[in-house]
C-alpha cells in the first residue's frame, strides 16, 4: 500500500483537462512544499514534470500545472494531447526521521 | 547533461545478495550538493523509494528496507552502488537510479532502469 493515495485512472479527450490528486497527510504533503510529479510511459523511466509543487522543469510545456491544499496535491494537464497518455505518479518529502520520501500508487491517464 | 546507467546481474537467488551499480556521466558524484539514489519498481506497480546517498557520503534508507540495503560510492569511477541482502521474490522489480539536485527531495535525473528478477 502506497504512502501517497491517488486514483487508478483518469481520462479525457483531446484538448480537455485532467486532473489527478494526491493526498497524503501532515507529516508529507501537508507539512512540506517538496511535491513533485512524474510521467511514466510504458517501458520508460518517470519523467519530472512538476517539483516543489508548482515549478515546471525546463522543456516541460505549460500545459502541466501543479498545485496544492492542505494535505492534497493536485497535477492538472491542460489541453490533452495523444503523448500525455501515461502512468503520473505524485512524490513528497515526509520528514528525516520517517520514510523520507513517499511516493503515490500511480495514476493511469487515458486520452480518449 | 547528466546521465545514469544501472549495470549488474539481472539474475539472483534467493537469499542472496542483490548488487547494482549506477554509473554517472556528465557530472561528479563527489562534488556539488547532489544526492544519489535508487528506486525500485514491481512489475505493474508503482514506485519504491530505497535508498540514497550523500556526495559527504552520508546514507538515508527506507526504513522498511533499511536492515537489508547499502548504499556506497566510488568516486573514481564516478558510480555508487546499492546491495540489497537476503532477497525474496518480492524484490524482483525494475531498479532504478537516479539524482536529487541541490540537496532537493525530487528527481531530476533517471538511469533507463534495469530488471532484477529473484528466483532459483
Known amino acids: 500500500q502506497s504512502a501517497l493515495t491517488q486514483p487508478p485512472s483518469a481520462s479525457g479527450s483531446p484538448g480537455q483537462s485532467v486532473t489527478i490528486s494526491c493526498s497524503g497527510t501532515?507529516?508529507?504533503?501537508?507539512?512540506?512544499?517538496?511535491v513533485s510529479w512524474y510521467q511514466q510511459h510504458p517501458g520508460k523511466a518517470p519523467k519530472l514534470m512538476i517539483y516543489e509543487v508548482t515549478k515546471r522543469p525546463s522543456g516541460v510545456p505549460d500545459r502541466f500545472s501543479g498545485s496544492k491544499s492542505g494535505n492534497t496535491a493536485s497535477l492538472t494537464v491542460s489541453g490533452l494531447q495523444a503523448e500525455d497518455e501515461a502512468d503520473y505518479y505524485c512524490?513528497?518529502?515526509?520528514?528525516?526521521?520517517?520514510?523520507?520520501?513517499?511516493f503515490g500508487g500511480g495514476t493511469k491517464v487515458t486520452v480518449l | 547533461q547528466v546521465q545514469l546507467q544501472e549495470s549488474g546481474p539481472r539474475l539472483v537467488k534467493p537469499s542472496q545478495t542483490l548488487s547494482l551499480t549506477c554509473t554517472v556521466s556528465?557530472?561528479?558524484?563527489?562534488?556539488?550538493?547532489?544526492?544519489w539514489s535508487w528506486i525500485r519498481q514491481p512489475a505493474g506497480k508503482g514506485l519504491e523509494y530505497i535508498g540514497r546517498i550523500y556526495s559527504s557520503g552520508n546514507t538515508n534508507y527506507n526504513p522498511s528496507l533499511k536492515s537489508r540495503v547499502t548504499i556506497s560510492t566510488d568516486t573514481s569511477k564516478n558510480q555508487f552502488s546499492l546491495k540489497l541482502r537476503s532477497v525474496t521474490a518480492a524484490d524482483t522489480a525494475v531498479y532504478y537510479c537516479?539524482?536529487?539536485?541541490?540537496?532537493?527531495?525530487?528527481?531530476?535525473?533517471w538511469g533507463q532502469g534495469t530488471l532484477v528478477t529473484v528466483s532459483s
Open positions: 556528465g557530472g561528479s558524484i563527489s562534488s556539488g550538493t547532489s544526492y
Open positions: 512524490s513528497s518529502y515526509a520528514g528525516s526521521n520517517t520514510f523520507d520520501v513517499v
Open positions: 537516479a539524482r536529487n539536485a541541490g540537496g532537493t527531495y525530487y528527481f531530476d535525473y
Open positions: 501532515s507529516s508529507d504533503v501537508g507539512g512540506y512544499n517538496y
